[in-house]
């Protein structure tokens, strides 16, 4: 195969434009090399996003610019996301249980570290089968092969939520069973062992095919003992599941034996404590203030509106805006929370070790860049300022709010 030489001084006049008293030439016509000259300036205002007045753009990958929107191939066109891959199990050797807290039918952080822990017991030819009180989402991502959700009165009174799990149990017959060490879970593990009358082995730190491992005599020993029947998983000791999504089949067992037995408790609820009240560390829910929040007032309603508990960036501390024990930080308190609302927070890197914890982050912030809207799983870039006061709008058309808050 023959192929022609190039000739640079042609090319150069095929683009030279005509009439100009200098030499001046068209860089952006292909020319005789079939390839047209790239113009920087046009892909960047390509991906310019049009809101705001500071230019702000779009540098995700394979984001077209003015020439692939008017029909032009992308020279790295982006690739096809793929589906992902379910693993299904369809007759497992044995099955390893377990009994997540899953408050508010959501799996928790602990909840899948057990799970995560489940699957190491179950190997390659186990399964693992969620045993949850209602519904539970999020089952197949965390590693559940299948799962056992039941329905009745079993969360208002413990004695009787036990008496059902352990019916559950008595029908899956699973060769283990695994709780979070948590304040619900580890009394039902407890509750449960003693319906069963089986040992259990508890705050496990460790989990393996060869055994379990937990510290005693104030961390200065540790002791090691078979995977038996029963066990609880200490919180952040097991990594969750990494790998594929499981199918999470339902699976069906005998009623029978679920009926509500007899309890001397008459009437038992969980009696949730005051969020303005609660201390940071312990809060599952925090909305905080930083410096883009002018309006403390309406801050104070919103926060009161959605139920949260009240935190600040140490701006506002430092400035004796909100009080020191709100401060939120690797200066202040570390959080731990399941869900993390920022209003006009930047995210330093103090305040963002702050929220490593934090399983959801949703961020308000008129820079797009800003490090706490790259942190947030939801981010919405406006001015806090203007999101407060909609969203106490919202919360009052949905009955959550006072009307005659609103401003």
Known sequence: MTRSRRDPRAERAAIRVAGAARPRYDRTVPAMRGRPRRDPRAERAGRRVPAGDRPRYDLAPGVPGPAARDGATLRHPPAPIAAPAVVVVEAPAFLVAVVPDAAGGRLSAHDRQVL??????AGREGGVVLVSVGACEGGGPAGADRHVAFDGPWDDDPAV???????????????????????????????????LDAPLFDNAEVVA????????????????????????????????????RREARPLAIDPAPLDRPASPILSAEFISADPATVPLALAGFVTAAGNGVHDLDLFRQLVAALGATPGASRVLCDAGLMPRSTQVGASGTVLTATCYFALGISGAPQHLQGVAGCEHVVAVNTDLHAAMIERAGLAVVQDAQAVMPALLRLLARDGRGDEGEVG
């Open 209 to 244: 095919e060869s055994g379990l491992v937990r510290p005693a005599r104030g961390r200065r020993v540790e002791q090691r003992a078979a995977p038996g029947l029963l066990a609880t998983v200490a919180p952040d000791a097991v990594a969750e599941h990494a790998g594929a």
């Open 116 to 121: 995560g822990a489940a699957r190491v017991l």
């Open 161 to 195: 939520r036990a008496a059902g799990i352990a019916a559950a149990l008595r029908a899956i017959d699973p060769r283990h069973v695994l709780f979070p060490e948590s304040l619900a879970g580890g009394d039902l593990a407890r509750r449960v062992a003693l319906l």
